[in-house]
């Protein structure tokens, strides 16, 4: 059985590694040791494959300048699935990378149908979450699809001389003219930061889902075509595997009772880890004996991504549960309280970075 691969898609995919033989995507096992400092993505193998990830690490060995690009596509409120891409950011930062981030609120129109009041209002919100996460607003680009410079739209327009429809059929099934253009719009975002007038960064790197690789095979492919003509390089990249929406689905803003968000109240959130699908067995005596699964458990997601660092302790959590020590109430519960205090403080921040009016000031907002 294949995968199939839809950046525009909402199911989350049950087996990562057909995605090694299926589309060349290579394991993060043989990059790890590369890793200038770890981070608990990479040996939990939450992020689980690359494509070049290694060259982009030796040229920053190197003192090579280099740049990520990543995006967010402004059709919703920000839940924990895109804060797993801000903090890979805020690690990459880290490591000496520039960072720049788009708001891809053209394809949020087009392609989403959401009103260009919702995607402009859903781009400040990314941004300023973002901030509050922590990316250093000194060393940090944003910018929104429809308000960037003419250089960058030109190339997309040249982009598709260079395409064929078969082509992008075979990446993406079949396409209507939005997701043409948001395809082709997409490798300008990851290509115009090599170019003089944006930097001159020949060595990019993009995190992204799984689900985004349709874009990257795209994007590497127009690099090649265009390299004597523009100088473009094959860009990197390296794939996180979903959270999954607490139904087990991958987590969406187009499914919001199953998706955290990062503004909700506590009280909500409470509510949403308590409904939230586990690995438990039927009874509680059948949890005492034979243990539940947390390979299957939404809950022991949220501890695995975000409320453990210590592999230790996440280790603890995991025979709890195999060893019928913990039932699902007692560990919700604890999932709760820990995730609210994440939330409360990112909140008071974020509150803080919207207030300082830091975001208007960064970045240039289009007009509804």
Known sequence: MTVKLDPWGHFAIEKYEKLFTQFGIEPIDKVLDKLPSPHHFFH?????????????????RRGERVAVLTGFMPSGHTHLGHLMVIEELRYLQSLGAHIKVVVADAEAYAVRRRSRREVIEYGREYITHALAWGLDPDKTEFYFQTANTPTYYRLIQMFSRKVTMAEMEAIYGRLEPAKIMAALTQAADILHLQLDEYGGY???????G??????????????????????????????????????????????????????????????KVFMALTGGRATA????????????????????????????????VYEECTGGVILCGACKRRAAKLLLEIIEEHQKKYREIAESGIVEKMVRIPDF
């Open 285 to 316: 005596e059948e949890q005492r004996k034979y243990g539940g699964e947390p390979e299957k458990c939404t809950v022991y997601e949220l501890y695995m991504y975000f409320l453990y660092r210590s592999d230790e302790l996440l280790r603890r």
């Open 44 to 60: 939990r193998r939450i992020v689980f494959g690359h494509r070049d990830f290694d060259k982009w690490l030796e040229a920053l």
């Open 210 to 271: 799984a689900d985004q690789d349709p874009h990257i095979r795209l994007t590497r492919d127009i690099a090649d075509r265009f390299e004597n003509e523009l100088g473009l390089k094959r860009p990197s990249s390296f794939y996180h595997k979903f959270i999954r929406g607490l139904d087990g689905n991958k987590m969406s803003s187009s499914h919001p009772e199953y998706a955290i968000f990062l503004l909700d109240p506590p009280k909500t959130i409470r509510k």
């Open 202 to 208: 020949k060595y990019i790197l993009v995190p992204v």
